[in-house]
């Protein structure tokens, strides 16, 4: 897991607050994507973008959730009006590049906690 | 039906043992095959890595794919405690965005 890093580790919102988790991928990587792990569940794919571009968001849910990655500074996912079910590990991966045999490496993830 | 299966376990083996762990999936276009491990409260670290059909062994760790079957495994000889995590499969079909999709991993315990 060495060299993604994601912040904070916990983060603890109230419903309808907004949360933003932050993501900086590792060196050379501009391959990013975010992953939602539930109690139960294995990790199931959101969103993935490269820098300045959202390339396949079909796992994001439609409304309140937005990601982006600018040209500089870390991606970042918001969750706008947070509610209870959105309470998960949120996990970042990068790669430098996005071919098949580019493996991805992960954070050690945001939990977020919606009481 | 998920896509890929994975029996959650919780697995308890002794140290020393052989585990054997198993995925199914169903989308006959996955090719390319991954076993992570993740430690309590950290992010899935890459075990193995294979493509198509085949084994392949990196220390203590085989991994096997059978594409006919639509099953893969990975087999730890010699388990120690420090192996003690929850072992996720994870498959793609190398479509241009590289994404993956997971098991929902199985938890083992190594008993010392």
């Known amino acids: 897991n060495a060299g993604v890093m994601q912040n904070p580790r916990h983060l603890v919102r109230r419903r309808g607050q907004e949360a933003r988790l932050r993501c900086s991928p590792m060196k050379g990587h501009s391959h990013v994507y975010w992953y939602r792990q539930l109690p139960e569940e294995g990790l199931k794919f959101m969103v993935y973008l490269q820098k300045e571009n959202i390339i396949d968001e079909s796992g994001m849910p439609k409304e309140r959730f937005s990601a982006e990655f600018p040209k500089e500074g870390p991606s970042i996912l918001r969750i706008q009006q947070v509610v209870r079910g959105d309470s998960a590990a949120y996990f970042c991966a990068s790669s430098p590049t996005s071919s098949y045999n580019s493996p991805l490496h992960f954070g050690n993830g945001t939990r977020l906690t919606v009481t | ?112």
């Open chain 2, 1 to 112: 039906q998920k896509e890929v299966e994975q029996d959650p376990g919780p697995l308890s083996v002794p140290e020393g043992a052989i585990v054997s762990l198993n995925c199914t999936y169903s989308n006959s276009a996955f090719q390319y095959f991954m076993w992570y491990r993740q430690y309590s409260r950290k992010g899935p670290e890459l075990l193995m890595y294979t493509y198509s059909s085949g084994n392949k062994e990196d220390g203590r760790f085989t991994a096997q794919v059978d594409k006919s079957s639509k099953y893969i495994s990975l087999f730890i000889r010699d388990s120690q405690p420090s192996d003690s995590a929850t072992y996720l499969c994870a498959m793609s079909d190398g479509g241009a965005t590289n994404k993956l999709i997971f098991g929902t991993g199985t938890l083992l315990a190594v008993q010392p």
